[in-house]
């Protein structure tokens, strides 16, 4: 019995002694008497959070969480809940992102759980499977010019660590999904989407963009949310279900008719596999925010533009481009309380009211992304959106032949008199003096706006031409697709030839 005892003392002993300490080294101002050594107008620095410091309840500043302040060179202890007497200064970013942390209560939950190192290594496994997934089947845009920026801009606005004990480095990849989007997993992998980066029109709005993701990250949003979840499905069992789910996307789309114009082979259907996938992991790790929660990352976003002289009014611009673009396309549910980011009216009016953000500048550094985005929107039939992506390439002088062609295309969808016919004409006459990247499409829509013209033994050459051109092409793809693509675009390509062969009659009977 005594050995008992004293095993169950020493076990106490160790709970009661067990500490959670977070290093934060801000400098602030007394706004009101603490204490006798700790008065108004005194210039502090706030050391260090602990929880359990002192386990002596007989002293008066005693707190299972307290904060340790450094005052004219004597160390002082107060409670967690006097923080807010200090006006506290951030000269840096990253003493801006540890003020913010402090004021959301971020650092009073780390106290209350501990740092729940197994959850974050469970939660980085996670990621790492995801970002498996996502290379394994071709659905991250690659550009590593475009990479270069967005880390050059996320690292403006966010040091490369906090230095708070918790792990995770901020890193971005871009997902290739229309509908515009990001989101931060809890180890500091973000994602934007191709969606994303062509609603919006300048840097200023990307900025407030990430900002807002990085206050997630920051504020331990998804750790807060999986924490109030009643159960975490195992690994195991989790991404069992989540192979089912996505080679059920993925064989939907391969099995669906290629009989479309895409420049670059699978552009829609990998963007729509992407979107799946992405909205099947979010539950998982806790990106389904709050409404609260989606406020606070606003406002910490607002402040940093204002801390970095960045014009905050970008953010509200950014999410107005986003409601704009999802009533222009039916994605009622990304408006509303129900969506990922709820309420966005409200998010808006918060803010304030939004001002009219465009640089070609940007429309320079993402004209990839606006380009295979256009051709998204090409085969949504969103042709609207298709044109004015197309055409903010071109007016940023960086169009190549498949933006002139995503553009003709589109209008001679949306149209047909002599007018928008001929228009279209033009632009594949511009696209066929670049030279830059030739697309096997160009023959074809000249053929297509040749007969909207009403020149048809010019439209009957151009169709003879195509089918030269699809020979050509099936050849190349035959030395350079994989199997399972090749038979795609094999598959593809004969519906390309029978069309123009079946049109070669028609014209002559026009």
Known sequence: MKKTSILLLIIIQCSVSAQVTIPINLQGVVNKKITSQITQGSKVEIIELTDNIDPNPNNPAYSSQSVKILIDGNHEIINLKQVDRIDVQYNNIKEFWIYQALQHSTYKNLLSKGFQYDLRKDLEEDAIEYLNYIKKNNLSFEDSYLESYLHSLIYKIYPISILDGRPGILNIKILKDFTPNAFVFPNGTMFVTTGLLSTINSEEELIGILAHEIAHFVLDHSIVNINKAIQRQKNAEFWA?????????????????????????????????????????????????????????????????????????????????????????????????????????????????????????????????????????????????????????????????????????????????????????????????????????????????????????QAKLSILKYIEEIETEKQIQDKTLDVSLRKIMNDFLNEEFKWAVKMVHKVEKL
């Open 241 to 457: 279900a989540f192979a089912t789910i996505a080679a059920a996307v993925t064989e939907g789309y391969i099995a669906s008719k290629n009989s479309y114009y895409v420049p670059g082979a699978l552009t829609y259907s990998t963007s729509i596999l992407a979107l799946n996938i992405a909205n099947a992991i979010k539950d998982r790790l806790g990106l389904k925010y709050s409404r609260e929660q989606e406020l606070e990352a606003d406002r910490c976003a607002v402040e940093l533009m204002k801390f970095i002289s960045v014009d905050p009014l970008a953010l509200a611009s950014a999410l107005n481009k986003i409601k704009n673009y999802n009533i222009l396309n039916g994605n009622y549910i990304a408006l509303t309380n129900e969506g990922t980011h709820p309420a966005i009216d409200d998010r808006i009016n918060e803010i304030g009211k939004p001002i009219i953000f465009n640089d070609e500048a940007y429309d320079r550094k993402i004209s990839f992304v606006n380009t295979f985005n256009a051709a998204v929107e090409l085969n949504s039939q969103h042709f609207i959106s298709c044109i004015d992506l197309a055409q903010r390439n071109i007016a940023a002088n960086v169009a190549t032949e498949d933006d002139y062609l995503l553009k003709a295309t589109a209008i001679l969808k949306m149209y047909d008199n002599e007018q928008k016919n001929l228009e279209a004409y033009n632009l594949i006459q511009e696209a066929k003096t670049l030279d830059i990247l030739p697309s096997l499409f160009l023959t074809k829509q000249e053929s297509i706006a040749l007969i909207r013209l009403n020149n048809l033994s």
